[in-house]
C-alpha cells in the first residue's frame, strides 16, 4: 500500500511504500540527509520529530539512545501510515560507524603517562624513588635500561601498564589501539589515553583469506605445513601495524605514541596471533593449546614499529568461545547495566551465544551456522560488503524494494537474505517450513531484481534455515540449562559486523531470535572490538574479562540423535 | 719454642714451634695428608683426635661443624705444647672450597622441571590443564611458543621457575647457576636442582680489570664513554657463560640444562651486569639508578648459550649495600639458626657490616677500607692467590715461619698481613699504636723472608692500620646505634673469600674484629655465593631475601669532624 511522507522543515511530500524505512524515504528525498553510521541505529544521529502517523514500534537501539516519542531514530522506524516528520537538521559528519559503546567511568585507563621531574638528587635508589613517586608496584627490566638513557635528563615520563611502569620515554605517550581480529576482518580502533576517546577506526580484509575463507581451512594449511603458520601471523602482525600506521597519520600522531595494544578474536584468530599452532581445534575435543592471557612488549608479538608497546591478549574460554565473544559479554553486560536474564547473540559462521542467569552465571554455547549468513552456499549471496542488499521489501502489488550499500546492487548480504525471508513469510511468497507457495512454486525461485539477476532459489531457503536452525537451537539450549523461556528475558544483544545492518523484527519474524518485544533487541554491531576498547579504557574491566574467562560455563553442543530432533524442528520459520 | 707432635697411627714425631698450626705441622710430615678446603674451616675433614697436649681454644667453624673434645680440625688449632695426635684418615678427595653452606630443607627450588605426558586429549584448554596439572599460577608466553612446537610429542617436561612455567623442553632442565659477580672475581657455582648438591664451583678475574682495579675507575670510564659500560657489561656475559661452559663440561652435564641464574654482586657490578649506568654511584648521594630485583630470560640479558634460562638478580639496597651483602647476611642467619645480636662482617675494599639487633632488625654500614687488606699500596703486598702468605709465625728466637699458597713465597695477602701484625705485637717487634720498637725501630721495617725481600714498612703498618680503623669505625658504629657493647654479641660471622685464610686470634689481637672469644666467630668465606645457591634452592629464602632488602635500615657511614676523631681512636691495634 502507498503511503505519503511529509518532511518539515522542508515541506518535501514522498511517496512510499507501507513499511518501509523511515531513513531511507527521508533519505532519498533530502539531499544532505545523511546516515552518519549508516543507519545501523549506532550514532542516534538521524533523530526526527513524528508530528503525525503510525510507525513501526521503538527499538532497543532508540531506547539505548533515550530516544522517547514524538522523537524518532529515522533508521530504526517503520512507517505504517501516511506520516508527517520533522527533521532535527542535515548534513553532519560521519560517525564512527562499528558500533555502540558505553559511557564508562574514565579514571584508570589501562596504560597512561606520568611526568618525573627530578629536582636534586633522592637520597635513595632512583628506581624506589620513581616507584613512590608515581604510585606503581614495579619497573620492568627493559624500562630500567631506558631509564639508565634518560635519568640525566631530569625530566621525562614513565609509561604506566596497570600497575607497572614499562617505559620511561622523552614524550608522554597516550595513545591505544584495540583490535579485532576477525576471520574475515581485522578492525582497528585508535583510543586517546588522555580521555578515552575514539579518535579513528577502520577496518581491513584480514590478508590471511589468501590461506582460506574460513578457520578450517587455514588449519588445513597449518596441518599442511607449519610454515604456514608463520607466514599468517606475520601477515597479520604486519596487517595490524599498517592499519596502526593508517590510523595516527589520519590523526596526526607517531606511531611511538602509541603505547598499549589490546587484541580480541576467536581463537582460532587468536592462535596465529600469537603464533601458536592452531591445529588442535581443528579436532575432537577443539580445544585449543592456549586460553590464558598473555601480554608482554609488542616486540615478543613480533611487532616491529609496536615493539615497544605493551600488548595484553585476553584469555579465550575453549575453543569456540574466544576473547572476542568476551568483548561481546564485556559490552552487553555494560549496556545491560548488570541485568540479568539477558541473551547476548553474536551471529558468524560461528555464532557465539550467551546467557545471564538470574544467578548472575554466564552460560555460553556456540553454533556452528555455517557461511549462509555470510553470503556462502547462497545464489545470490555476497559478503556485508559494496553492492550489499540489507534490507527487502515486497509490495502490496508484488513488486520488490531493497536497500543496498554503494553504488550498484550485487547480491544479498545476511541481513538481506533475513530480510527477504521474513518479507516473502509476511506476503505469503513461502510458508513457515520455507516451501514456496501459489505460482512461485512452479519456478521454485523468487526474483529480488530480475534485471540484474538477483535471486532467492528454494535450496537458498534450505541454507538459510540450517544456519537459523544451528542458532535458535543454541539460544532455546541455554534458555533451557537456565531453565528460562523467552519471555523471562529482559533483554537481546544482537553483536558481530554482521548483526548490525538487521532489521529486528525481520530477524523476529524468520525466528532468528526469541521472540520477544522489539524494543527489548539492542543491535550493538562489532561488540567484540567495543570490548577491546573497554578494556583498553579501564583496568577494572581487564580484570572484569578475566574473571568472565574463568568463571563461564561452556555448554558443549549438544551432539547425537536428541539433537538432530531438536534441530530438526528449529528449522520451522518461527 | 721448639714443640714435639706426635702422629698416630704413623707414629711420626714431628718438630714444631710453640704457636705453630697444626694442620700445618701434620701436613709436612705425613705425605697424603691433604687439606681438602684449603684448611680454612669450611670442608671439617682434617678432624684429628688429640690424646694429649694442649691446643689454642675451639674456634667457631669448629662448632660449625659439631666438633668437640678430644677431636678437633687439625687447621683450627694451634699447638701450646708437646701433643700427641691421631689421624682419622688421609688422602680424601678435594671438597669444595669456597666457604661454609648451611644446610637447610630441600623442597622448593627455585627452579623446577616436571614431567608432562598427555594420554588422550584433555578437554580443556591444554594450558590450562597443564598449569592444574602441575599446580603452577600461570606460563609465559615464550613457554607457550614452546609448547606450540612439543605438544605433539605428548611426553615432555615443564620447567617451572617459582610458580610459573617459563619453558617446556623434551629433556628435564635441572642445573642452577649461582654466580658472585665481584670487582676483582666473578665466582660461578654450579647446583644439581634435582637435589640441592653443588656439583662444580670456580671463579675467574673479572674481566672488566682492563678498564680499572677498583670500581671508582671503572665508572670513570663510563663516565668518558657510554660504550665502555656496554663493553664491560658484555664481558661479564661472556664470562659468566664461559665459566658455565667450563662447569657443564668438567661435570658432564650440558649447558642446556641449566634452567635458572642467580647472579649476586656489588651494587657497582650488578649496574654493569644489567647495562644499566653506574655513574649515579659515583657522586653524592652515591645511589643505584636501580635497585629493585630484575628477573627474565637470559636473553634480556644478553646471554647467548644461557638465553632460555630464566635469570633472577636478587635488589641492591643501597649503593653501597649490595645483592652480595644479603647473601652474606642470609647465609650467616641461616647458620646462626636466626640468633640475634650477630655481627656479619664482609671484609674487601668496601667493607660492608651488618648488625643483627635485639629486636630482629637489620642494621647494615659500609666502610670504605681501601685496598690495604687486598696487598694495594702494601710494599711486600699481593692478592689472596699463589704464592701468597697467609699466616706468619715469630719464633722466640726470632724465626719467622710462614704458610702460603703455591709453591713459591711471592708476598703478604691480607690475612698474612693481619696475622704478621698481630705476631709483630705479640712479640714486642711494634706497639699497639703501629710503631717499631727496640732494635726495629732503627731500620723501620721487618722482613718475613730476608731472601725473597718479603718485607713490611712503617708506611705498609700505617696503611693496615687506617683500613682496620675504617672496619672497626663500621662496626663499632652499628653496636653503638643498637645499644649494644661487644660482650653482648652472640657471634661474629666473617665473610669473603678475602676472609677465607683469616686466623681468627690474629684479626682480634689487632682489633679488627671485635673483642669476644675465638668461638664465637665464624670464618664462613665467600657467604655471597653461598647466598645465590641458597636463593636457587629455595623459593622461601628468594622471598627472605626481598623482605630482608626493603626491611634493612641502612646507617649511612658517618662524616664530619666527630667521625675524624673517632676514626683516629680506631688507629690503635687493639
Ligand atoms: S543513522 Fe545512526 S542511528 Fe540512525
Ligand atoms: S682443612 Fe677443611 S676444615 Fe680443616
Not at 518535501?12 to 523511515?22: Q, R, T, V
Not at 532497543?60 to 524518532?72: D, M, Q, S, T, V
Not at 587484541?263 to 600469537?274: C, D, K, Q, Y
Amino acid at each position: 500500500m502507498k503511503v505519503k511522507v511529509r518532511i518539515l522543515p522542508y515541506n518535501i511530500e514522498a511517496e512510499a511504500e507501507e513499511g518501509e524505512n523511515l531513513a531511507d524515504i527521508i533519505a532519498r528525498s533530502v539531499s544532505g540527509f545523511v546516515l552518519p553510521c549508516g543507519g545501523r541505529g549506532f550514532c542516534g544521529l538521524c533523530k526526527v520529530k513524528v508530528i503525525d502517523g503510525r510507525l513501526t514500534n521503538l527499538t532497543g537501539n532508540e531506547k539505548l539512545h533515550g530516544i522517547e516519542p514524538p522523537f524518532r531514530l529515522a533508521c530504526q522506524a517503520r512507517v505504517l501510515s501516511d506520516v508527517v516528520v520533522e527533521l532535527e537538521g542535515v548534513g553532519r559528519l560521519r560517525a564512527l560507524a562499528s558500533g555502540i559503546e558505553p559511557r564508562i567511568e574514565y579514571k584508570y585507563p589501562l596504560s597512561s603517562s606520568k611526568l618525573i621531574s627530578i629536582d636534586g638528587r633522592p637520597h635513595q635508589p632512583l628506581d624506589k624513588w620513581i616507584i613512590r613517586k608515581v604510585d606503581t608496584k614495579g619497573v620492568t627490566f627493559n624500562a630500567l635500561k631506558k631509564l639508565s638513557l634518560l635519568w640525566e635528563k631530569g625530566t621525562f615520563y614513565s609509561v604506566i601498564f596497570e600497575d607497572k611502569i614499562v617505559d620511561f620515554s622523552e614524550k608522554p605517550r597516550e595513545l591505544g589501539l584495540a583490535i579485532d581480529v576477525g576471520t574475515t576482518k581485522i578492525a582497528a580502533y585508535l583510543v586517546d589515553l588522555a580521555n578515552g576517546r575514539t579518535l579513528w577506526e577502520s577496518y581491513i580484509l584480514n590478508p590471511q583469506s589468501v590461506y582460506g575463507d574460513d578457520v578450517i581451512t587455514r588449519i588445513t594449511k597449518v596441518l599442511e605445513n607449519k610454515e604456514n603458520l608463520s607466514k599468517m601471523h606475520r601477515m597479520t602482525i604486519r596487517a595490524i601495524e599498517g592499519l596502526c600506521r593508517d590510523g595516527c597519520k589520519a590523526v596526526g600522531r607517531s606511531v611511538e605514541e602509541v603505547s598499549c595494544v589490546v587484541a580480541v578474536g576467536n581463537t582460532v584468530m587468536m592462535s596465529i596471533f600469537l603464533e601458536v599452532d592452531p591445529t588442535p581445534l581443528g579436532k575432537y575435543p577443539f580445544e585449543p593449546l592456549i586460553s590464558d592471557s598473555c601480554e608482554g612488549y609488542g616486540s615478543e608479538f613480533d611487532f616491529k614499529a609496536l615493539g615497544d608497546s605493551w600488548v595484553y591478549v585476553p584469555p579465550s574460554v575453549s575453543g569456540y568461545i574466544g576473547s572476542d565473544a568476551l568483548g561481546d559479554i564485556l559490552t552487553a553486560r555494560i549496556l545491560s547495566k548488570g541485568m540479568r536474564r539477558t541473551l547476548i547473540i553474536d551471529i558468524g559462521t560461528n555464532t557465539e551465544v550467551a546467557l545471564i542467569t538470574d544467578s548472575d552465571d554466564i552460560l555460553a554455547t556456540s553454533a556452528p551456522a555455517g557461511p549462509a549468513l555470510e553470503g556462502g552456499y547462497i545464489s545470490s549471496g555476497v559478503r556485508a560488503m559494496e553492492g550489499a542488499i540489507y534490507r527487502v521489501r515486497i509490495t502490496d502489488y508484488g513488486k520488490v524494494l531493497y536497500s543496498y550499500y554503494g553504488d550498484r546492487p550485487i547480491g544479498l548480504s545476511g541481513s538481506g537474505l533475513i530480510s527477504l525471508i521474513a518479507e516473502m513469510l509476511r506476503k505469503g511468497v513461502i510458508n513457515k517450513y520455507g516451501r514456496f507457495m501459489g505460482e512461485h512454486r512452479k519456478e521454485n525461485k523468487f526474483y529480488v531484481d530480475p534485471k540484474r539477476n538477483i535471486v532467492v532459489t528454494q535450496n537458498d531457503i534450505r541454507e538459510f534455515q540450517k544456519a537459523k536452525a544451528a542458532i535458535s537451537s543454541a539460544w532455546k539450549t541455554l534458555l533451557k540449562v537456565a531453565g528460562l523461556t523467552p519471555n523471562d528475558l529482559t533483554a537481546v544483544y544482537v553483536c558481530g559486523s554482521f548483526g548490525s545492518s538487521l532489521d529486528v523484527s525481520d530477524a523476529l519474524e524468520v525466528g532468528l531470535l526469541p521472540p520477544i518485544h522489539t524494543n527489548k533487541v539492542y543491535v550493538i554491531g562489532n561488540a567484540a572490538g567495543t570490548g577491546a576498547k573497554l578494556i583498553l579504557k579501564s583496568r577494572k574491566l581487564k580484570e572484569e574479562v578475566e574473571r568472565m574467562a574463568r568463571e563461564i560455563k561452556v555448554i558443549r553442543p549438544a551432539e547425537g540423535k536428541e539433537y538432530m530432533k531438536f534441530w530438526v524442528k528449529n528449522l520451522v520459520l518461527q
